[in-house]
Nanobody
């Protein structure tokens, strides 16, 4: 059984910052990629960012490039998403996910709400 527990969501102002964390526990086989999807109101789920097992390869959606940074700490089985220059369009439920491929999807967290408004 693998569990992903997210933290760090909440409310932020336009131009502000938030940091999401997700810790994996249980019988998860390495190597595995980690990352984040999000689903905004009335929108489809979108792949936001992915980091490889080594941390050397990353992917970002065009909508967050230059504003979000993904990183991981394998000693703690944790992935982070630093979100800067927040915009109202970043409002969504953010889901942590792991997978053997860069599309992730093997395991999912419960989701954490991020709301950006003034």
């Amino acid at each position: 059984q693998v569990q992903l527990v997210e933290s760090g969501g909440g409310s932020g102002q336009p131009g502000g910052s938030l940091r999401l964390s997700c810790r994996a526990s249980g019988d998860i086989a390495s190597p595995y990629a980690m990352g984040w999807y999000r689903q905004g109101p009335g929108k489809e789920r979108e792949l936001v960012a992915v980091v490889s097992w080594s941390g050397g390869n990353t992917y970002y959606a065009d909508s967050v490039k230059g504003r979000f940074t993904i990183s991981r700490d394998n000693a703690k089985n944790t992935v982070f998403l630093q979100m800067n220059s927040l915009a109202p369009e970043d409002t969504a439920v953010y889901y942590c996910s792991t997978g053997t491929s860069s599309l992730l999807g093997d395991y999912w967290g419960q989701g954490t709400q991020v709301t950006v408004s003034s």
